[in-house]
C-alpha cells in the first residue's frame, strides 16, 4: 500500500511561514483528491484544505487568504503553504490521499502521519 509522509512542520512565531509537505512513497496510478487536515489538542480534525486531480481548491474559512495547496503531480507531492500563522493555526496537520488503484473504480484513503505545527512568541 502506498504510504504518505509530512514535512516541514516546526515552532514559528506569529506572522511567520512555514510550507508543509506529503509525499508518496511510490508513483499514484490516479489521484482523485488530496487534502491537508488539522487537529489541535481536545478538538475534533478538520479540514484545511483540499485540491483535487483537475487542480480545484477549497479551504476552510479560517485559513482563506493565508494558506494554499498545490500539488507536484511529476513528484508525487502535495505542499501547504502557510503564510501570516497565528497561534489558532498550532496543531498537527495530516495528508490525506484519495486514489484509484488498477484494480477498483472505488478510491483509496489514505492518512499521513502527522507533521506539528507550532505557533508561538
Known amino acids: 500500500q502506498v504510504r504518505f509522509v509530512e514535512s516541514g512542520g516546526g515552532l514559528v512565531q506569529p506572522g511567520e511561514s512555514l510550507r508543509l509537505s506529503c509525499a508518496a512513497s511510490e508513483s499514484i496510478f490516479s489521484s482523485y483528491r488530496m487534502s491537508w487536515h488539522r487537529q489541535a489538542p481536545g478538538k475534533q480534525r478538520e479540514l484545511v484544505a483540499s485540491i483535487t486531480d483537475g487542480g480545484y481548491t477549497n479551504y476552510a474559512d479560517s485559513v482563506k487568504g493565508r494558506f494554499t495547496i498545490s500539488r507536484d503531480i511529476a513528484k508525487n507531492t502535495i505542499y501547504l503553504q502557510m503564510n501570516s500563522l497565528k497561534p489558532e493555526d498550532t496543531a498537527v496537520y495530516y495528508c490525506?490521499?484519495?486514489?484509484?488503484?488498477?484494480?477498483?473504480?472505488?478510491?483509496?484513503?489514505?492518512w499521513g502521519q502527522g507533521t506539528q505545527v507550532a505557533v508561538s512568541s
Open positions: 490525506n490521499w484519495e486514489y484509484y488503484t488498477p484494480s477498483s473504480s472505488i478510491p483509496t484513503s489514505a
